[in-house]
């Protein structure tokens, strides 16, 4: 395994929950840090939590208190645990990691800053 493998995700209606998973390629993969960016039709693709194995770092404001990261280093797996669902949720969903230290210049937000990228899972949330 050389990238992460997604799965997950799928149609919900506004306010259910959904479950990402992605299983990371190796600790030494994500050991500058993971995130889950989402892309929706249209627009770019935006970073919506970034964390580490033991904290986040930033979490997009839409999401706070609705979506977590729940993690389980002994299966190298993060989650993108997603609560109350809307519709402004709809997107492609991404996981991401970086392998490489952080120098000045690098921004977490930017999709470029990661060596690893999940194949991406779409979620759609109906109103």
């Known amino acids: 395994q050389v990238q992460p493998v997604q799965s997950g995700g799928g149609l919900a209606q506004a306010g259910e929950s959904l479950r990402l998973s992605c299983v990371l390629p190796?600790?030494?993969?994500?050991?500058?840090?993971m995130a889950w960016f989402r892309q929706a039709a249209g627009r770019e693709r935006e970073v919506v939590v970034f964390f580490n194995w033991s904290t986040e770092t930033y979490i997009l404001d839409s999401v706070k208190g609705r979506f977590t990261v729940p993690r389980d280093i002994d299966k190298n797996t993060v989650y993108l645990q997603m609560n109350n669902l809307k519709p402004e949720d709809t997107a492609v969903y991404y996981c991401a990691a970086r392998s490489h230290p952080w120098k000045i210049g690098n921004n977490y937000r930017r999709p470029e800053s990661y060596d690893f990228w999940g194949q991406g899972t779409q979620v759609t949330v109906s109103s």
């Open positions: 190796g600790r030494t993969s994500s050991e500058y840090g």
